[in-house]
């Protein structure tokens, strides 16, 4: 899944939570169950890394550090760290740890339409919509 979708997807989800911490362990499933879902990748890991923190940054700011939308969000963000690492790349030989990073779980066909990925600027239009109800009247 794009990274982006995480943070925003997440961070919506977060707010309808209590605790940070519980959130944060949400969000890391909440990661697995989005990476399931059928999806194009884009692979632009610094433009998306920044949209990222701005994102983070955004919602840390708005409802605040320790807000459970906010740990939501990381939670959802830190799994993909290792699509980055050197030391988790399959093209050297290594493998990836996160149960949804491997083919058989990563990017589920729908058996109704199995060709069929959810296309980016679907996903861009629901990261936006999610954010903007994430930061929406989010109070520290
Ligand atoms: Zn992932």
Redesign the pocket.
């Known amino acids: ?1 794009m990274l982006i979708p ?1 943070a925003c997807l997440n961070a919506a989800g977060g707010r309808l939570m209590k605790k940070p911490l519980a959130a944060f362990a949400a969000g890391v499933a909440g ?1 697995a169950l989005l ?1 399931l879902t059928p999806h194009k990748d884009i692979s632009a890991h610094k433009a998306e890394g920044l949209g990222v923190l701005i994102i983070l940054g955004l919602v840390g700011s708005s409802c605040g550090w320790s807000s459970p939308a906010f740990w939501c969000a990381m939670g959802g963000v830190l ?2 760290v290792e ?1 980055v690492l050197p030391w988790t790349d399959p093209k050297r030989g290594r493998h990836r740890w ?1 149960p ?2 491997t083919p058989p779980l990563h990017s589920l066909a729908p058996p109704w339409a199995p060709r069929w990925r959810a296309p980016l600027l679907l996903q861009t239009a629901v990261s936006l919509a999610a954010l903007g109800a994430a930061v929406a009247w989010c109070k520290k």
């Open positions: 899944m995480h990661h990476d799994p993909d699509q996160f949804t990073h």
